[in-house]
Antibody
Framework: QVQLQESGPGLVKPSETLSLTCTVS????????WNWIRQPPGKGLEWIGY???????NYNPSLKSRVTLSVDTSKNQLSLRLTSATAADTAVYYC????????????????WGKGTTVTVSS | EIMMTQSPATLSVSPGERATLSCRAS??????LAWYQQKPGQAPRLLIY???TRATDIPARFSGSGSGTEFTLTISSLQSEDSAVYYC??????????FGGGTKVEIK
């Protein structure tokens, strides 16, 4: 059973780069598609983007200029980098899976990590 | 970008009663809609995909219906553990995937 665990600095200074990792256990990063979603305090969910280990990716247009997603197959990890962080990037960040089956990929998130809280503040 | 609008913002229901949550898309998403449940301090959990298919291990009291632009999540007999925020998400037109603003279900 696939499990996801996000990790990274809980505090980032404004204008710096926010970097997070998601470790996949119970499965392989090469087996599915992977997403990042965030949730500002007391607010709803915002999709950041997805990545597949072969290099396919796509991003929310609102964040595209600042976001890079990557996969490290040797570590079975995903990574998110968000440059030029501001207070508006303060949120709980989740990684989540799109299941890939013999039929194809399904674009709903069926497995989620517990999330990691990032605060952008000086 | 597809806008997803959920109503009501808050729903207060007595245990054992039916809860009906609505989600509207700004244009047709066919049946490419999912519902998630989020309890305080927890990650969202997938309840429904394809507008009406229950995810693994989801109790039968949860059901989804609708297609096009109008969708409904029904909890047939509300239990205390169903107190949560519920989000709909469309996956027909993307990027970006978009979520509704959520409906908070309270136990009366």
């Amino acid at each position: 059973q696939v499990q996801l665990q996000e990790s990274g600095p809980g505090l980032v200074k404004p204008s710096e780069t926010l970097s997070l990792t998601c470790t996949v256990s119970g499965g392989s990063v090469t087996g599915d598609y992977w997403n990042w979603i965030r949730q500002p305090p007391g607010k709803g969910l915002e999709w950041i983007g997805y990545i597949y280990y072969k290099g396919y990716s796509n991003y929310n247009p609102s964040l595209k200029s600042r976001v890079t997603l990557s996969v490290d197959t040797s570590k079975n990890q995903l990574s998110l980098r968000l440059t030029s962080a501001t207070a508006a990037d303060t949120a709980v960040y989740y990684c989540a899976r799109w299941p890939l089956t013999d039929i194809g990929v399904y674009y709903y998130m069926d497995v989620w990590g517990k999330g990691t809280t990032v605060t952008v503040s000086s | 970008e597809i806008m997803m609008t959920q109503s009501p913002a808050t729903l207060s229901v007595s245990p054992g009663e039916r809860a009906t949550l609505s989600c509207r898309a700004s244009q047709s998403v066919y049946s490419n809609l999912a519902w998630y449940q989020q309890k305080p301090g927890q990650a969202p959990r997938l309840l429904i995909y394809g507008a009406s298919t229950r995810a693994t291990d989801i109790p039968a009291r949860f059901s989804g219906s609708g297609s096009g632009t109008e969708f409904t999540l029904t909890i047939s007999s509300l239990q205390s553990e169903d107190s949560a925020v519920y989000y709909c998400q469309q996956y027909n037109h993307w990027p970006p995937l978009t979520f509704g603003g959520g409906t908070k279900v309270e136990i009366k």
